[in-house]
């Protein structure tokens, strides 16, 4: 979670090297979420790593002294999105 916030305490959303994305973008995302879990993956645990990350994010906005909510609103908005497609 620490690379998480340190990424949300400065809004980094993306930040892009060559393939990668290693801004809050790239570990928020499924597909890393599931290599992380390795064996442990099933739905349900992506669900509490997704919350997890939500709460790191939150942390790290509220922890900073510069306000920014630029990871906070996108991630909110594309799990909208992803329910809304339900």
């Not at 949300?8 to 809050?24: E, N, Q």
């Not at 709460?55 to 909208?80: H, Q």
Request: charged content about 25%.
């Amino acid at each position: 979670m620490n690379p998480i916030q340190e990424k949300a305490k400065k809004g980094a959303w993306t930040d892009k090297v060559l393939f990668s994305d290693y801004g809050v973008k790239g570990y928020v995302d499924t597909k890393y979420i599931c290599k992380i879990l390795g064996p442990v993956n099933n739905p349900v645990n992506v669900e509490i790593a997704k919350m997890l990350c939500l709460e790191a994010i939150c942390l790290a906005t509220l922890n900073a002294g510069k306000k920014d909510y630029t990871c906070l609103l996108t991630f909110i908005d594309n799990i909208r999105k992803s329910y809304q497609a339900l």
